[in-house]
């Protein structure tokens, strides 16, 4: 079964950095675009950050602009989120989702990803 495995969620004070990853079991998605996706309690999920399946471009939601870096590398089958100068607002359960998509068109809508990790909670104390 496939699936994607976040790592590096934590408690961290307001200011502090975290760096996430996201590699898939049973596959490798050297060829997926690859988005990082939030939720916190009482909240719909929303859009954080993607990288195309090359790395050469990268997308941001305006709430993390500037504060948050999101990169791969294919030889490790690992794409990363660099978050530095953290929130509590940040405060929420990070999800990695991929999509096989050797392109540069992608789509910043939950649905259009296939494959989905479990995520990992990240907190900002104040």
């Known amino acids: 079964q496939v699936q994607l495995i976040e790592s590096g969620g934590g408690l961290v004070q307001a200011g502090g950095s975290l760096r996430l990853s996201c590699a898939p079991s049973?596959?490798?998605?050297?060829?997926?675009?690859v988005g990082w996706f939030r939720q916190a309690p009482g909240k719909e999920r929303e859009f954080v950050s993607a990288?195309?399946?090359?790395?050469?471009?990268?997308y941001y939601s305006d709430s993390v602009k500037g504060r948050f870096t999101i990169s791969r590398d294919n030889v490790k089958n690992t794409v990363y989120l660099q978050m530095n100068s953290l929130k509590p607002e940040d405060t929420a359960v990070y999800f990695c989702?991929?999509?096989?998509?050797?392109?540069?068109?992608?789509?910043?809508?939950?649905?259009?990803?296939?494959?989905w990790g479990q995520g990992t909670q990240v907190t900002v104390s104040s």
């Open positions: 049973g596959r490798t998605f050297s060829h997926d675009a």
């Open positions: 989702a991929s999509r096989y998509a050797p392109y540069t068109a992608i789509a910043f809508d939950s649905f259009w990803f296939s494959y």
């Open positions: 990288i195309t399946w090359n790395g050469g471009d990268t």
